[in-house]
């Protein structure tokens, strides 16, 4: 009778057995969720309070789909999504970013985003009920304006390049005026020649 009691318990240990490694291994086998990466820039002295829904949030920070992410006015953040692109959200702005493994959307109800990096467009939903398409570059407000790049349409870049560049130009003007036609090449210096 002590053998039956035996095998009654090794075949039940037995059964336990496969049947949590048969679960176990569907669970495993679950595809992983796609995961951001948060970086924080603050534009003052002060320590920026860049929140994830609703609480304080540092540089490096994971962001995972449907986190609101909002930006104070002394910061920048940056959304990292990998293979995916990343998207930029200017001061005083609230997103609230959706993605899975081929596409990134979500909404803007405050502020500036704009998308830095993208393997597909980004779709965005402003407060005023619009659904705008965002190719890497390009940038969207809450009031639901689309906004080119300002440096691939010569917007204010193009004002910073010019006066630049007409600055050097006035200033190798007024060099070449300014020398009364005296060229000193090698100053006064001694030539001693090997051969007499």
């Known amino acids: 009778m002590n053998s039956k009691v035996w095998f009654r318990r090794a075949l039940s240990s037995g059964l336990m057995v496969a049947i949590l490694a048969t679960y176990s291994m569907v669970a495993l086998a679950s595809p992983a969720a796609a995961v951001g990466e948060l970086t924080i820039s603050a534009t003052g002295n ?44 200017a001061p005083n702005s609230t997103f609230a970013v959706s993605f899975d493994s081929s596409s990134i959307s979500g909404s803007i109800t405050s502020g500036t985003l704009t998308v830095l990096g993208s393997s597909a467009p980004v779709n965005v939903k402003t407060a005023s009920g619009e659904m705008v398409k965002l190719n890497a570059g390009e940038s969207a407000s809450a009031a639901g304006k689309k906004q080119a790049d300002d440096d691939s349409h010569g ?42």
Do not use: C, M
């Open 46 to 89: 002060d320590t920026p309070n860049v929140t994830v829904n609703g609480e304080t949030a540092k540089s490096g920070r994971s962001i995972f789909s449907s986190s609101v992410i909002s930006t104070p006015e002394n910061a920048t953040a940056v959304i990292n999504l990998g293979k995916l692109g990343s998207i930029e959200l």
């Open 155 to 196: 917007g204010a870049a193009w004002w910073l390049w010019a006066v630049v560049f007409g600055g050097a130009a006035a200033g190798i003007l007024i060099a070449t005026t300014q020398g009364n036609n005296d060229i000193q090449l090698g100053g006064n210096a001694v030539t001693v020649s090997p051969t007499r």
